[in-house]
Nanobody, 120 residues
Framework: QVQLVESGGGLVQAGGSLRLSCAAS????????MGWYRQALGKQRELVAT???????NYADSVKGRFTISRDKARNTVSLQMNSLKPEDTVVYYC??????????????WGQGTQVTVSS
């Protein structure tokens, strides 16, 4: 079993900062990539940022220059530093990781989601 546990969401004023963290635990042989997605009510889940095992990063255009993703491979954690937050960043953020447990194929796992609310 694999679990992703997120922390760090909350309420912040526009222009402020928040840091999201996610820790993967369980039967982990290797992690191909970790990342953050977000989903507004009634909309599809969208990519925010990902980071590969080699350290390559990918960002949604809407967050480039404001958000920074980082990863601690030794601890199986990923963080998202969110600066210059805007009201439109108000959604639920989900941690994701493609994990190989040593059996079968690597699989995409999701965290439970954490709410970020940016007030204007």
């Amino acid at each position: 079993q694999v679990q992703l546990v997120e922390s760090g969401g909350g309420l912040v004023q526009a222009g402020g900062s928040l840091r999201l963290s996610c820790a993967a635990s369980g039967s982990i042989f290797s992690i191909n990539f970790m990342g953050w997605y977000r989903q507004a009510l009634g909309k599809q889940r969208e990519l925010v940022a990902t980071i590969t095992s080699g350290g390559s990063t990918n960002y949604a255009d809407s967050v480039k220059g404001r958000f920074t993703i980082s990863r601690d491979k030794a601890r199986n954690t990923v963080s998202l530093q969110m600066n210059s937050l805007k009201p439109e960043d108000t959604v639920v953020y989900y941690c994701a990781a493609e994990i190989y447990t040593g059996w079968g194929q690597a699989k995409l796992y999701w965290g439970q989601g954490t709410q970020v609310t940016v007030s204007s």
